[in-house]
């Protein structure tokens, strides 16, 4: 969902060529990364076993593998 979202922004802004909006709008969405983080730590801590047997737990690695 996040990885989708940020590639149809960057996208946009490239597509349109606005240079700055899109620079702007990289380092905005870097901080994503915190929050996929603290919702797989929440996750995690409330399923445990469970969570981490079904391959979601890795949100920042997909994002950036």
């Keep these: 969902m ?3 979202g940020f590639v149809a922004y960057a996208g946009i ?3 349109l ?3 700055i909006p899109f620079g702007c709008f990289v380092v905005l ?3 994503q990364l915190v ?7 929440v996750l995690e801590e409330a399923f445990g076993a ?5 391959g979601l ?3 920042c ?4 593998s």
């Design 57 to 59: 737990g890795r949100g």
């Design 50 to 54: 469970e969570y981490r047997s079904t």
């Design 17 to 19: 060529g606005k240079w």
């Design 13 to 15: 802004f490239l597509m």
């Design 61 to 64: 690695e997909l994002m950036f």
């Design 2 to 4: 996040y990885l989708f």
């Design 29 to 31: 969405y870097a901080g």
């Design 35 to 41: 929050r996929v983080r603290r919702e797989e730590g």
